[in-house]
T-cell receptor
Framework: DAGVIQSPRHEVTEMGQEVTLRCKPI?????LFWYRQTMMRGLELLIY????????DSGMPEDRFSAKMPNASFSTLKIQPSEPRDSAVYFC???????????????FGPGTRLTVL | AQKVTQAQTEISVVEKEDVTLDCVYE???????LFWYKQPPSGELVFLIR??????QNEISGRYSWNFQKSTSSFNFTITASQVVDSAVYFC?????????????FGKGTRLSVIA
């Protein structure tokens, strides 16, 4: 089975440009999480969805960041306009809310390394 | 509020040595889950183990073992007979169980270097 898929794997852009990161969760998973990893702050949650509905977006740093999940198999994280401090690795993860023990384990995509010049 | 502390920032060992990575957590919930993830130099996050707060049994998987002690709020990870391929950053994480799945709160990670 395919794991979580993220694209692009690397993105280099200039300050002020719009950036869109994409994620395809594991088929059948109903939770999707976006995390950001930086040297200073480590791994931190940005936003998460359940059944395509945003549940908690309190981690989104500012209005420049937005996320959508139009269907169960696709989510985007958009930064507009991008700034150098947005440079980080962005991870998408998914999990399933089944009753069986352990189904809530989050599995991560390979990440998108974003560099804003 | 939840918090995970990994006091060891970096550890360096010689191949075949045993090494223990410490993890201390804080939560007010009685039901929670603890995790360890591995981040090798290639950058992905690889799931290693999940532990339910009601299950304090230690677990062993090959050269890996985990010691969960609620009394000290610790969930330590031991690698026996370390190998160069174990070199990575290891993250301990915590999640609560409310009415659904909840996000992970991560520690800062411990960078393990295994020297041949």
């Amino acid at each position: 089975d395919a794991g979580v898929i993220q694209s692009p794997r690397h993105e280099v852009t200039e300050m002020g440009q719009e950036v869109t990161l994409r994620c395809k969760p594991i088929s059948g998973h109903d939770y999707l999480f976006w995390y950001r990893q930086t040297m200073m702050r480590g791994l931190e949650l940005l936003i998460y969805f359940n059944n395509n509905v945003p549940i908690d977006d309190s981690g989104m740093p500012e209005d420049r960041f937005s996320a959508k999940m139009p269907n169960a198999s696709f989510s985007t994280l958009k930064i507009q306009p991008s700034e150098p401090r947005d440079s980080a690795v962005y991870f998408c993860a998914s999990s399933f809310s089944g009753l069986a023990e352990g189904t809530d384990t989050q599995y991560f995509g390979p990440g998108t390394r974003l560099t804003v010049l | 509020a939840q918090k995970v502390t990994q006091a060891q920032t970096e550890i360096s060992v010689v191949e075949k040595e045993d090494v223990t990575l410490d993890c201390v957590y804080e939560t007010r919930d009685t039901t929670y889950y603890l995790f360890w993830y591995k981040q090798p130099p290639s950058g992905e996050l690889v799931f290693l183990i999940r532990r339910n707060s009601f299950d304090e049994q230690n677990e062993i998987s090959g050269r890996y073992s985990w010691n969960f002690q609620k009394s000290t709020s610790s969930f330590n990870f031991t690698i026996t007979a370390s190998q160069v391929v174990d070199s990575a950053v290891y993250f301990c994480a915590l999640s609560e169980r409310n009415s659904g799945n909840t996000p992970l709160v991560f520690g800062k990670g411990t960078r393990l270097s295994v020297i041949a």
